[in-house]
């Protein structure tokens, strides 16, 4: 007698879907002064509207740091280049409305979001650190990642 497959398993814990989600999420990594920024985006149909031009993702990063001193993130500067090449710098303080402390025991991690009026394109940007006891400031790359929906026909990433 032979053994039926089991049935495919339904997730139902949003934590564990998520955790699969962002486990098969296109993945961006670059590391500067011993900091590693990790870039995973997620197209999010719900709030996309491409018969009005608009596209929306999220991005969720983590940087995570090899450093043996703390250091902070003061401020960044992204460019966003949507898929026509029309390119937006944005500046601010922190982050989602922090400016972290990163240490070596533990990742600093945040999500966002961006908006295009194209169906694809990318961005890449700086975080602008110090070092709070030397007052030393220093910049980290954020690697350029893809913001490619599945309106997009033929993609230019």
């Known amino acids: 007698m032979q053994d039926k497959p089991s049935p495919p398993q339904i997730v139902t814990d949003p934590e564990t879907a998520l955790a699969e989600a962002m486990e098969s999420a ?3 990594s670059e590391t500067t002064q011993d900091l590693t920024v990790t870039v995973r985006t997620f197209w999010l149909e719900d709030q996309s509207q491409p018969e009005e031009h608009r596209y929306a993702w999220a991005y969720h990063i983590s ?3 090899t450093r043996s001193d703390t250091v902070q993130l003061v ?3 992204w460019e966003i280049v949507d ?3 029309r390119t937006e ?3 601010g303080d922190g982050v989602v409305g922090e400016q972290p402390f990163i240490s070596r025991s533990e990742p600093y991690v945040y999500t966002s979001g961006a908006m295009l009026t194209t169906p694809s394109g990318f961005m890449h940007g700086t975080y602008h650190m110090v070092e709070p006891t030397s007052g030393q400031r220093f910049d ?3 690697p ?3 913001l490619d929906s599945p309106h997009e026909h033929s993609l230019v990433h």
Request: proline share 5%; aromatic share 10%.
């Open 26 to 28: 296109p993945r961006f």
């Open 63 to 65: 940087i995570e740091s």
């Open 75 to 77: 401020s960044r500067s």
């Open 83 to 85: 898929g026509l090449g």
């Open 89 to 91: 710098h944005v500046h």
């Open 140 to 142: 980290i790359k954020i």
């Open 144 to 146: 350029v990642f893809s």
